[in-house]
């Protein structure tokens, strides 16, 4: 699936399109008019040396934040103003820079709360825990298994995360945003703070949940090695402006990006 | 000598002489502790969906009981009563997201507090203006709760039980189990315990914090409901009960903020201990340690372990 370079990489239609987005925080910019797209079964990476609006802008992707300015097209819609919960409806699912788990919970709750959207059984229902509600329940545990199974988490499926190592919550966070079917996965930095070991697998699982499920991802990283191995195309950020965007070759050879990672003289 | 005596020995020979009072005192502080717990339970539904702590949960109590009352004296049949009184604290748990929570959200803790000290006197001049500050009494029969008591001839003595109590003690068993499997195996209850956790992380996944708020100070004010019939039954039912709605902190103390089973069993060791310290130990400075037990135990356990039996630990990083 995987095309070799040239610049038609892209994979199928384009599945969200951001046109000229700007947000600011007060007086302090962290988006300027910042456009590009992210194709149906792409892997697309953002980088950026620290402090690059990186974060802000999957924070627009997923409704966290409202841009001041520029149109998000997902799907074909444009959308106006969109909560966190539209976003997650819409089949937008995410994973977060510092881990973002329920950390009282056990490791295959915090993967069913990512089924929150496909059950449906009612309030009443739910208080009795009985028919549609427990059916619901029973069926939804069965996806949730397979994704333990994918995740390889079988036996810590049980163990409340906030006690597990860095590692494994950072897997069970991604179990949860698979639980929730998406059509596009956002993860922010899924490999920051691991070690080689674990940099392989997680780079493994992002790959094989792109193949097996046909996911469209956009990833943040900090590892170019990574980056550039995992990535269809590459769109770089600096100061929260666009710098570059391509395959990973060409990004590489850019010559703002090597001045934005190196530093240039002035 | 005497007074050591009378402290460490005493109290445990009357206990063991006269087993049929020990145990009557025992049933009167279960009873007292339950109703604590249900208070303190409460609060701790509100604290552990939405992080508020909500002063206004012993009003709540009294404006379930009041409205329900309310009602009834104008004429509406008794269960009909019940279910618009349901209604109204859904209606209120709404109207509390949108007017109060929403606007605030991101808000720091001491301002939701604030605002829930508002809330309370809303309540209170509402309640007033509408049914009136005179007290009330609490329409058991038409509810067919029952009436009465059973007297055991036990131990060697007599030990009698209030039909009501046991009735209460049944009825908040059956809610709080209910309440129990609700919250740990069930979407929305999950959903609830996501939000505690985080909420950034229950946004992306799509659960909506309003539906959840709004849920969970329905679940309070239920709980609110049940408690203020039960409290209103054995008193009667005038804003003077949410005095007692205060006891409800040192419970919280003991048991831990975000913890149901601690405030069930925080209320049953406050229950229990202010009876069991009264009137054993009571006489000894005079009586009247009813109102102040409770706190003095809160103290204690705010010295040696702040987080409460159940809560959670308090682990800081640097």
Known sequence: ?266 | MDILYKIFLDPFVQMGTAPDLFVQTLWEGVVGGMLYALIALGFVLIFKASGVFNFAQGIMVVFAALTLVGLYNAGVPAFLALGLTIAVMFALAFAVERIVLRPLINQPDIILFMATFGLTYFLIGFGEFVFGGDPKVMITEQLYLPKGTITYKALGGVVSLQKLDIAAAVIASIMVAGLAVFFSKTRIGRALRAVADSHSAALSVGISLEQIWVIVWFAAGLVALVTGIMWGARSDVSFALDVIALKALPVLILGGLTSIPGAIVGGLIIGVGEKLWEFYWGPLIGGGTDSWFAFVLALVFLLFRPQGLFGERIIERV
């Open chain 1, 1 to 266: 699936m995987r095309a070799a370079g040239g610049p038609d990489v892209a994979v199928g239609d384009v599945l969200l399109s951001v046109e000229n987005v700007s947000l600011s925080f007060g007086g302090v910019r962290a988006v300027s008019d910042v456009s590009f797209d992210i194709r149906k079964g792409e892997i697309r990476a953002i980088i950026g040396p620290n402090g690059a609006g990186k974060t802000s802008m999957l924070n627009v992707i997923n409704g966290f934040y409202q841009p001041q300015e520029g149109r998000i097209t997902f799907k074909g819609q444009t959308r106006a103003k969109m909560r966190p919960h539209d976003a997650a409806y819409g089949g937008i699912a995410r994973t977060f820079q510092n881990v973002a788990l329920f950390r009282g919970m056990t490791a295959l709750d915090n993967i069913m709360a990512g089924r929150t959207l496909k059950m449906h059984a009612s309030f009443f229902w739910q208080l009795l825990r009985y028919g549609p509600a427990l059916r619901e329940e029973v069926e939804h545990r069965e996806h949730v298994e397979e994704i333990i199974d994918f995740l390889k988490i079988q036996e810590i499926r049980r163990v409340p995360v906030g006690r597990l190592p860095y590692g494994l919550q950072k897997r069970v966070e991604l179990g949860r945003a698979l639980a929730m079917e998406p059509e596009l996965l956002l993860l922010d930095e899924p490999m920051a703070g691991m070690n080689l070991e674990e940099k392989e697998d997680m780079s493994r699982f992002v790959l094989d949940v792109n193949d097996h499920y046909g996911t469209t991802i956009t990833l943040i990283e900090h590892d170019m090695g990574v980056v550039m191995d995992l990535s269809d195309r590459v769109v770089v950020l600096d100061h929260g402006i666009k710098i570059a965007d391509g395959t990973p070759d060409e990004v590489k050879r850019n010559q703002a990006v090597i001045g934005a990672y190196l530093g240039v003289a002035h």
